[in-house]
């Protein structure tokens, strides 16, 4: 299970581990985790670290006074801002921290002074703000995140890259970009958006002793899937299982112009482990599709039936199906959009809705008001059909939040951190690859998320578990081909990037930058 805490839901989390196990044990918890990561990212030279005022700087001290225990030899200098009123916990890290040799400095109050004080550093350690921070900071940071950016020092970010709004991913003028961030107990959301993923680098996620109690009595908002949750969740075949029963997925796709998408979703559903796949299409596409698809059945929307013809030859064959994925490779025309919105107002059927469905809807999200209705949205895609414009990237979930609540309709919005809205939470995809932008993969991910939601799965869930699978698909497609990797390739490749449920550690790669 992986947690994703707001600033304020992890300081209650934090304030009840300190009742148990005291908040000096989390401190040198939190240390050592940040040590093991800076012995894999330090280059030749001493470590400097930058502390701020808070518990985040004495995470620094307790990292660098681990660092000194393993290897002697390593210097190690915290620049650290005075203040007296630090916590009983840092002030047993700064006094452990001197005893094993680390030196203390002032924290430089200028750009000079901080490009001098990491010029010959192996690694640099960014403990300014952590989830304290709030935006805009002054100086003297930004002098120093002006130095440290300006210096080929790798920096290693404790919790999250000062200049990083943690709660809704927005930079600052100056923000730490650093090679590797390692945050503490659970994700915060800023880390998983843009602009901030920019600045993270690889993220790394650190158990520092707080329980699944302790966490899970916090987490609201937010969530994310894990490897081991996927796998847990993923339906699994029954053993007496007939060819229906296994998922029936009736796809509705394809076109003359556009015969590519509805073969990709429709391969990609029998491949994601349905056990009968019904494709519908057009009677002029048909001939094409028929011969690109063997295992799955086509069957046909005559060209000149009347629209509530086509309608009921479409309720008649979902009957022998339990659940649609509607949209891809779809005409645009007027005819079009009327069957489909009359076929899916009179099913009863779930449905996943994507590509030129979308533009279907657009005036007509009555259509989409019901549980049983999920879409998965590009940016552009999302733009319409909100109707409320381009969405910048710090108000990606702010814009989601509001389109759910007005349409009530589950929405997986596509991104580089693709985010699941069910009214309740925010599911945030963490698996994923840049090749996966690539035309079709959209229509893939359709015909899984059909197959689960055939499969039993409901909306919500089989949105983020069908956007993990295919993020970790394109990733096995990735490390098999390092460049040109198709939608194509994606189906043959679901079944080998299901994981193994890994076994818990300290310290989990969350994303690699």
Known sequence: MIYVLTPHQMRAADAA????IGES???????ARVASLAVRFAGPGPIVAFAGLGNNGGDAFAACTELRARFSQTECVVYAAENAAVSAARQDAEKAAAAAGVKREPLPQNEAAAASAVRDAGLVIDALFGTSSRLPIGEPYISIIRALNGSPVPVLAIDIPSGIDPLTGAAGDAAVRARATVTLGALKPGLMLDPARAFVGSLFLADIGLTDEQLEAQQDGFAALDAAEFVSLLPVRGATADKRAAGAPLIVAGSQQFPGAAVLCARAAARAGAGYVTLATLSKAAPTLRAHLVEEVVTEIADHATVEDAIEALLETAKHCSAIGVGPGLPLDARTGEIVRGFLRKTTLPFVADASALFHFAKHLDVLDTPRALITPHAGEF??????GTVADDARVARLREFVERTHCTTLLKGRTTLIDDGTTVHMNLSGTPALATAGTGDVLTGMIATLLAQGVKPVDAARLGAYWHGLAGSHCARERS?????GDLPDALAAAI???PASTDLQLVFKA
């Not at 044990?25 to 240390?31: F, I, K």
């Not at 733009?383 to 409320?388: N, T, V, Y």
């Open 499 to 501: 994981p193994k449920a």
């Open 25 to 31: 044990v989390l401190m040198q918890n939190a240390g």
């Open 383 to 388: 733009a319409r059909l909100s109707g409320k």
């Open 17 to 20: 581990a300190m009742a148990t």
């Open 483 to 487: 460049r040109g990797v198709l939608a």
